[in-house]
């Protein structure tokens, strides 16, 4: 992979959030939990404007302590406590109590004061997962998409805001981004949710192409030709979201440009998918993209996404 650091790209200060430290400041904790979580959005949040890359790193940190609980914690009770409690941890940010002594919280504090984020945003990610996918799935394509937008979009338009950016072409772009984002996330998760026999699937795809639920949770991983049609379906509701949000380009300010550089990551993975013939259990749908920093590096120089 081409390394954004030969193009001096990082900055000192993020290059020194790498190093070991026994007790990382609260902003070095959110660079790295998006590193180890969400590696494709750290190389976009990388070349962000160094005034803004503090505070999208802040953001998407939250959105990933977020959807961890969902992931991580089995018991409903106990992620329903968890969802409250970040939900108490930002009333308390917005009431002006003390920050609790959590990186992230800490980091938000500073954050949501410094450029006057609107909670609401923060709370639409609490929301779509305490809501979240049923254990059975969702019932139709629609639900899916929803669940797409509230999950990602959220993190979008508060990235804008942190810029100072209010446009409604940029938002415009940001809703469909958000969607193809969100659909390219469910459709990676499929073989993680196979393993512990969870079916995400539209059950409107399941019974259009004949596909049973067990099809997406055997331990076996293998792509029928039905399993491809219904990861086609998903596929192709996320290119038409990511092919709108790319055909706003030429409308969105120039300095909201790089916000988007998520959407060659998006597209590079459903071009990817579209050459293993959609075929989610593939090993290649595990594998880093070795152009994507190049591409990346490119789309910024270019200001296009």
Not at 47 to 53: A, E, K, Q, T
Not at 69 to 84: C, S
Not at 220 to 233: A, E, H, L, N, Q
């Amino acid at each position: 992979m081409i390394l954004l650091r030969n193009f001096h790209l990082v900055p000192s200060r993020t290059c020194r959030s790498f190093s070991a430290r026994s007790s990382p400041s609260p902003a070095d904790y959110c660079i790295n939990l998006v590193k180890q979580y969400d590696y494709e959005n750290f190389l976009c949040t990388l070349l962000l404007p160094g005034n803004l890359r503090r505070a999208a790193f802040c953001i998407r940190a939250f959105n990933i302590e977020v959807s961890l609980i969902g992931d991580k914690i089995t018991e409903e009770n106990i992620g329903l406590m968890r969802y409250k409690w970040w939900n108490e941890a930002l009333g308390g940010i917005y009431n002006e109590k003390s920050a609790l002594k959590h990186p992230v919280v800490l980091e938000l504090n500073k954050v949501i004061k410094e450029h006057k984020l609107l909670k609401r945003q923060f709370t639409r990610l609490i929301t779509a997962r305490s809501n979240s996918i049923p254990k059975t799935g969702f019932k139709t394509m629609t639900d899916m998409e929803a669940y797409a937008e509230e999950s990602t979009s959220p993190v979008y338009y508060l990235i804008l805001q942190a810029a100072g950016l209010t446009d409604v072409k940029a938002d415009h772009a940001a809703s469909h981004l958000g969607k193809a984002q969100g659909l390219v996330n469910l459709i990676r998760s499929i073989p993680h949710h196979a393993s512990r026999r969870r079916c995400l699937v539209p059950e409107d795809l399941l019974l259009k192409h004949d596909v049973p639920q067990e099809a997406f949770m055997s331990s076996r991983y293998v792509s029928t030709k039905g399993v491809r049609d219904v990861v086609f379906d998903i596929a192709s509701s996320g290119k038409i979201h990511l092919d709108k949000a790319r055909q706003l380009c030429d409308d969105v300010p120039k300095a909201a440009r790089t916000v988007f550089l998520p959407a060659i990551a998006t597209r590079n993975y459903l071009e990817r998918l579209r050459d293993i013939d959609f075929d989610i259990f593939h090993y290649a749908t595990h594998e880093r993209s070795p152009n994507l920093g190049f591409n990346l590096f490119w789309a910024k120089l270019t200001r296009s996404y």
